[in-house]
């Protein structure tokens, strides 16, 4: 009994510790976050006067080029995805987009998980194999890949450019997904074996719902280098009704010199998607990249 006294104040002590280090503000937070907040609006600035000049006319451009969007026009959108084609260039995007991302996404959580859970020496080879594919550039390979596909008949195919892209996303894929397949108990997998479950049962119904934050990520990570790229579509397609957006981007600015306001629309149109893509996924993104920084 006569230890109690002691305890409550050392815990009356530690409560007052605990309070006064969550009071505590991390030393420059005001300023840091000033410095952010002040970066973020530089670096909206030329995003911002692109679409105000994507709603004015050519005239209005030119003769007041920093000027008011009043009243606003639409009619450059019109322009450009009709007379320039954006609505096949957006289509193509899209389609080789969502393909790739979706191909390299799906075979690498299943490799993943293999990864992760084996425990042979051979799988620790593969892994190593597949984490090299990270050490080389992929446009180094432009050439490799010009004969590879020519081969087989894949030039000027929307295909070989989803099956290009998946490929080369595996690696970053296995890289991110294999640390989160480790981090799961194989409790899990134990009960789920138990309860009468396969193991492909086990893996789609228990493992990739627990990894959903690590798979959005690494779709928007691979989402977006396979929307702007500009050399692979350049290269292996050769009509303009399969261009890519950053390919059709350049062809129209080219056409269109002059007429700024059009052009205003296109970069718009071609950047609008990664825009609403962070917007609706930040949530995904920040709990991938956050996951097993505590416990």
Not at 38 to 62: C, E, H, K, Q, T
Not at 146 to 164: A, Q
Request: charged residues 10%; glycine residues 8%.
């Amino acid at each position: 009994m006569s230890a109690l006294p002691g305890l409550r104040a050392g815990a009356l002590t530690a409560g007052r510790r605990s309070r006064a280090r969550s009071s505590q503000k991390p030393v420059g937070g005001v300023t840091a976050s000033l410095l952010l907040w002040g970066y973020a609006a530089v670096a909206l600035v030329p995003l911002l006067l692109m679409v105000a000049s994507s709603f004015r006319s050519n005239a209005d451009l030119i003769s007041d080029p920093l000027g008011a969007p009043w009243p606003l026009s639409v009619a450059s959108y019109k322009e450009a995805w009709t007379v320039g084609n954006f609505a096949t260039y957006f289509a193509n995007s899209l389609l080789v987009t969502c393909g790739a991302v979706a191909l390299s996404t799906v075979v690498a959580t299943m490799a993943a998980y293999a990864l992760a859970r084996g425990r042979s020496r051979i799988f620790r080879w593969l892994e190593a194999l597949f984490l090299s594919g990270l050490m080389l550039p992929i446009h180094l390979a432009i050439l490799p890949i010009f004969y590879l596909f020519d081969g087989m008949g894949l030039i000027d195919s929307r295909l070989g450019l989803v099956l290009m892209y998946g490929a080369s996303g595996v690696p970053f894929s296995i890289f991110v997904l294999t640390t989160f397949f480790r981090q799961l108990p194989v409790e899990l997998e134990e009960a789920a074996q138990l309860d009468g479950a396969s193991t492909w049962q086990t893996f789609v119904r228990i493992m990739v719902p627990l990894v959903r934050p690590a798979v959005a990520t690494v779709a928007v990570f691979r989402f977006v280098p396979i929307w702007n790229d500009f050399l692979f579509p350049l290269v292996l397609l050769r009509r303009e009704e399969k261009y890519t957006l950053p390919v059709g981007l350049t062809t129209f600015f080219g056409e269109n010199a002059t007429n700024y306001s059009a052009v205003f629309a296109g970069l718009v149109i071609t950047t609008v998607p990664l825009i609403l893509l962070f917007l609706l996924a930040t949530k995904q993104i920040v709990a991938g990249l956050t996951a097993g920084m505590t416990k």
